[in-house]
T-cell receptor, first 115, second 111 residues
């Protein structure tokens, strides 16, 4: 029973490029959450998705960031025209139901470095 | 004021001692409270969760919740060097579909 999978684990981009982060939830989980973590800080909620639907994107910057969770395939967090401030660890978590009612399980994260 | 505040740390205790990690939250609508452990460079992993006022014990870990005081804590008994990590408090308001994490407290257990 594989856990939450994220790829790539490390991603280096130059300013202005696009970053695509992928998350495959645990088998049977239909709820996906993305968080960003800056060094020495906690997890900041970005977006909550269920299959084909964005439920809550209140934590996601309105510009340059987008997320999707298609019917088939992994969830994608897309960052366009990256800037140095986007450098962070991005964690995906999945749950069988609503987080807090059901336990969230975290993937290993993608460490994004913007040069 | 942050929505979820944890003692700033770092917290250092000798091996075998009790480590006490504290967390306060501002959203009175919060219903569930989770503690995660995060080793450096790794992802958070669940330690335990608590929904009701009082204590909940799991092995060497005890979570304590006081909703009236908006306070949740994690006690680690017989601390081991392997417990050295950052501990994240997560607060969930499931009616609002909202999860908020604290910035974490870094614990060091010295042999």
């Amino acid at each position: 029973n594989a856990g939450v999978m994220q790829n790539p684990r490390h991603l280096v981009r130059r300013r202005g490029q696009e970053a695509r982060l992928r998350c495959s939830p645990m088998k049977g989980h239909s709820h996906v959450y993305w968080y960003r973590q800056l060094p020495e800080e906690g997890l900041k909620f970005m977006v909550y998705l269920q299959k084909e639907n964005i439920i809550d994107e209140s934590g996601m910057p309105k510009e340059r960031f987008s997320a999707e969770f298609p019917k088939e395939g992994p969830s994608i967090l897309r960052i366009q025209q990256v800037v140095r401030g986007d450098s962070a660890a991005y964690f995906c978590a999945s749950s069988m139901g609503l987080a807090g009612v059901e336990t969230q399980y975290f993937g290993p994260g993608t460490r994004l470095l913007v040069l | 004021q942050k929505e979820v505040e944890q003692n700033s740390g770092p917290l250092s205790v000798p091996e075998g001692a009790i480590a006490s990690l504290n967390c306060t939250y501002s959203d009175r609508g919060s219903q569930s409270f989770f503690w995660y452990r995060q080793y450096s460079g790794k992802s958070p992993e669940l330690i335990m969760f608590i929904y009701s006022n009082g204590d909940k014990e799991d092995g060497r870990f005890t979570a304590q919740l006081n909703k009236a005081s908006q306070y949740v804590s994690l006690l680690i008994r017989d601390s081991q060097p392997s417990d050295s990590a950052t501990y994240l408090c997560a607060v969930y308001n499931t009616n609002a579909g909202k999860s908020t994490f604290g910035d974490g407290t870094t614990l060091t257990v010295k042999p």
